[in-house]
């Protein structure tokens, strides 16, 4: 169980960098799914980039939470939050 919580924390310190072909659009996710920086290459969008990053991260969340009942209800019996 303590190797389960220590990959856990260490999830947080995978990063990775990803762009679209055009290079238009760049995203930056860590190991736990979370966007951490989404960069839209025209200034009339910044507001754009900031609603689409709350959103993505609220569905990773709402994922991780549907997973982990998931976990537990086909394992009968109490896992630890894994988002």
């Known amino acids: 169980m303590k190797q389960l919580y220590e990959m856990q924390k260490k999830l947080g310190d995978i990063v ?3 762009s679209s072909s055009d290079g238009n659009v760049s995203i930056r996710i860590n190991g736990k799914m979370e966007v951490l ?3 839209i290459n025209n200034q009339a969008e910044a507001n754009l980039s900031d609603t689409l990053l709350k959103t993505i ?3 990773i969340r709402s994922v991780h939470v549907r997973i ?3 976990m537990r209800n086909n394992a009968g019996t109490d896992l630890p939050n894994i988002s």
């Open 68 to 70: 982990s009942e998931d």
């Open 37 to 39: 920086s989404l960069t």
């Open 16 to 18: 990775v960098d990803e």
């Open 57 to 59: 991260n609220s569905a």
